[in-house]
Every structure is written in C-alpha cells, then in structure tokens.
C-alpha cells in the first residue's frame, strides 16, 4: 500500500514456510455471521484496525466446521476470515456460493468485529475456498454481478485442490485480475474430480498486463484432498484436528504467507506469489510443460500415477454495529 513500509525477505522459503505452518501471534475470536443476516462463521484476530480479510468457501456438502483449525490459523496471523454456509447440500450452486462469498466479505469491510473495535481495510481483500468452495471463489473475484452482488476488488484468491464445477467456471477464471494460487495434489491436477492444471492455465489469461503467470500452481508432496478436512474425535483432546499433517501444514503456509503478501502487501512473503521459487520442498508446475496428467477414466477405476516430471525450480443500511464473537480461543 502507499506509503507502507516495505519489509525485506529475512528467510530462506524454507524457514518462512516453516514458520507459517505455526500458530500466528494474535489471539483469536470467533463470531457467528447469522448476527447479521448470513449463515456461518467469522474468525478474527482478538484487536487490530484496518486488517485484511477472506472470505472462505468450504467443499460440496461439507461442515465449515470441518475447516476451524485452518481459519483460526489465518487469523493467528492477522487475518480476518469469513465463512458462509448457506450452500452445503446435495444441490448446491457455485454461483450462489460465490455471491455469498462477495456477502460475507461486504458485511466484514463494513461492520466492526469482536467487541465493535476491530475493522477490516476493504481495500484488503481477496478469496480462497477448497474444492467446491474453491470454484466458488474463483468466480467471486471474477467479473460481474452474481445474484445482486457486484464484483468486489478482489487483491488474492487460493484455490485449494479445486475442483470441476459448471461450464463457466474456466471462462471466469480467465477474467480475474487478482493474482492466485493453486494448490493440488500431483495426482489430482487434472481428474474428474480436481481441476487445478487446467484452472491454472485459464487464469487470469484475459486480464493481466503482467507478462508472468498470473496463478502459481504449486503441488506439496504427499498432499490430497480429502487430507485437508478436519474431523473431530477423540484425538481432538490431545490437539489433533483430524485432517492430514502434511497437506494441513503445506496448506497453512501456503495460504497465510500468499494472504499476507497480496492482500497487506508484506513482501517479506512475496516469494509466495513468485513460480520461479520453491518453498521448502514444495514446487511450482510449470504451466507451460506440466506433468502427465493421468487419464480420467483411469484414475476414477484407480490406476497408479504416471511417473511425476519434477517441476522447474527457479521455476444493507441497518446492519448490526457489531458482530459479537461467542468464543475467545
């Protein structure tokens, strides 16, 4: 931002990487978006003014309870995060989801938070969701009005492990402007049920001035899908969240260092935006000589993968005037 001061890389990626999969230094409250008209959850850091903010799309027919421990991490690292749930059955829409999307994040840029002393900068804001709720945000940031609600500008999208949704996903993705990253499983980059690789490939075609890529696809090793979501038991009273350690960590980094840089323009972070860089062990595809992808039909009947070619590296009047948290954690 004008006039922010620009703070240097001190870390290798490695260490940054390292660093961001742990808790943040902010303590966390929870509010309920149902306050204000609109089912789900918001998690916000306990004070601060100006902050940025996401709004996050869960998966198809799944609980946004099932992500708590990603987005309370976001906001550890001063990151407000809204979660609508208003789209979780068998018949749930992307378009719709994603003008809840757009709903969400006005209510945070207008509404003071926590106990009405917390605020959100509406110049920082971006979208991420996983899945379904990926697709959804994807055409959040993209051009025109969904369902009355106008296009927001949007500075950061993450799609992780997105997945095939309507025909107009891919020619939406081609109109957003904000720069993206997306996460996928070597193996899910282009499969019935994940769309990273050709997500990548359209984003940001029609829009960008820049001549780089304007998403990094990047692919954590040992990272799925499915690994992301959380699922409470017993274990969760020794602090386990349930989802899978190594896609759960590479996400955590993943999303809060590439947040960070695009939407508060920390550059300390901006190697989470470059394709050129690995981050640890995590590389970015190559857009324009990708990995084999598998055939579709193979992989639903659960063929191995294809041997992996290792990536190039120096690759509403009348609101509320406050949503109240219920818990402090």
Request: charged residues 20%; contains cysteine; aromatic residues 4%.
């Amino acid at each position: 931002m004008p006039g922010k001061k620009q703070q240097k890389p001190t870390q290798s990626p490695a260490k940054l990487m390292s660093g961001l999969a742990r808790r943040g230094p902010h303590r966390v409250l929870r509010g309920d978006l149902g306050i204000v008209g609109t089912p789900g959850v918001v998690f916000t850091p306990a004070e601060g003014e100006r902050l940025p903010a996401v709004a996050f799309g869960h998966g198809w027919m799944t609980s946004v309870e099932r992500y708590r421990d990603l987005c309370h991490h976001l906001a550890s690292w001063g990151i407000v995060v809204a979660v609508p749930a208003g789209q979780r059955g068998l018949l749930a829409s992307d378009d719709t989801m994603a003008a809840q999307l757009r709903s969400a994040l006005s209510i945070v840029t207008r509404v003071p938070l926590g106990f009405g002393d917390i605020t959100v900068d509406p110049r920082k804001i971006g979208f991420a969701g996983h899945g379904f709720g990926a697709a959804a945000a994807v055409l959040a940031a993209s051009e025109g009005v969904l369902h009355g609600q106008p296009q927001p500008q949007a500075r950061g999208v993450v799609a992780l492990f997105p997945a095939p949704t309507t025909g107009g996903l891919l020619p939406a993705a081609r109109r957003v402007s904000a720069p993206g990253l997306i996460v996928s499983a070597i193996g899910e980059l282009d499969t019935i049920d994940g769309n990273a690789l050709p997500l990548a490939q359209a984003y940001g075609t029609e829009s960008a001035a820049d001549p780089r890529p304007a998403a990094v696809l990047r692919t954590p090793p040992g990272a799925t899908s499915r690994g992301l979501i959380e699922h409470r038991s017993i274990k969760s009273l020794l602090g386990s969240n349930g989802a899978d350690k190594k896609t759960h960590t590479a996400a955590r980094a993943l999303t809060t260092g590439f947040l960070l840089h695009t939407l508060d323009d920390d550059s300390r972070y901006e190697v989470f935006a470059d394709a050129d860089t690995e981050l640890g062990k995590v590389p970015a595809v190559d857009l324009n000589d990708p990995p084999e992808a598998q055939d579709k039909i193979a992989k639903l009947l659960g063929a191995k993968d294809r041997k992996r070619r290792r990536a190039a590296s120096p690759v509403p009047s009348g609101l509320p005037n406050a949503v109240v948290p219920d818990t402090i954690e």
